[in-house]
């Protein structure tokens, strides 16, 4: 019997025996204890929120006045026996003079000139009126790059790509010529093939033509079946002219 019912209610008339189906045990993955680990490993303590406890400062720390001020140095006892500097020459004193040397400047210069290696001046180029000069090596006008051993010669890598594809194309032509011979297929030349796509485009015209002589009023159902009719052979013809040129080789098998 249903407590939240009353006596009288019709529910209670039904057999109570229906029980409710036990619950499947809860999926818990194996793998739990190994994220767990590797979740802990990758945090770091106390990284955001500061460490647990804080040493709570005492009451009687307080700022008091004055604390924040700089302290002057400590006062140091004057002492008269330090010694003192050298005395300031009188009016009176005269500097040492007549002292002569025997080295001649002139010719120790002319012949540190004669015998030294001239400096070369900075090559450089003017691209302008106003004489604005910039330097020439960085510019590209010096032909440096000819000197080199490797110039003008193609690099290896490239000639690799050169024999890939030309061995590639060989075997793709050689592949080709064996299909040929075993379906007995035959290549259009380039004139059939310009006059079936000539024909191609007259037909569509045709059919385009016809399509635009259409009443404007589409109200019967033989209309509706011509439009249809001429709508499906324009795209036809709109699908096999494009095969046609997109496809510059083409072939057909021979009956």
């Known amino acids: 019997m249903d407590p939240t019912c009353p006596p009288e209610c019709i529910y209670n008339l039904i057999p109570s025996d229906l ?15 190994t994220v767990k680990d590797d979740m802990q490993k990758t945090k770091t303590a106390m990284k955001t929120m500061g460490p647990a406890k804080v040493e709570v400062p005492s009451p009687k720390d307080f700022l008091k006045k004055h604390s924040k001020e700089k302290t002057l140095p400590p ?7 330090v010694p003192k500097k050298p005395a ?61 051993k490797d110039y003008g010669v193609t690099p290896e890598y490239i000639c690799k790509r050169n024999e890939e594809i030309k061995k590639a194309q060989e075997e793709y032509d050689h592949y080709i010529q064996e299909n040929l011979k075993k379906a007995a297929m035959k290549r259009v030349s380039d004139e059939e093939r310009e006059a079936i796509l000539q024909g191609l485009k007259k037909n569509w015209e045709e059919v385009h033509k016809e399509f635009q002589s259409l009443s404007v009023f589409i109200d019967s159902i033989p209309k509706k079946i011509r439009k249809q009719r001429l709508e499906e052979e324009m795209k036809q013809l709109e699908h096999y002219i494009g095969v046609i040129e997109k496809h510059k080789i083409i072939y057909i098998a021979n009956k």
């Open 75 to 81: 006062i140091k006892k004057f002492d008269r026996n």
């Open 19 to 33: 029980k409710e189906p036990p619950h499947p045990p809860r999926y818990i993955s194996i793998f739990k204890a």
């Open 88 to 148: 300031v020459p009188l009016r009176t004193d005269h500097p040492v003079m007549g002292i002569q040397s025997e080295k001649n400047f002139i010719n120790t210069n002319a012949a540190d000139v004669i015998m030294g290696v001239a400096k070369k001046p900075k090559p450089i180029y003017v691209d302008k009126r106003t004489g604005d000069k910039h330097d020439l090596e960085p510019s590209g006008l010096v032909p440096k790059y000819i000197n080199k």
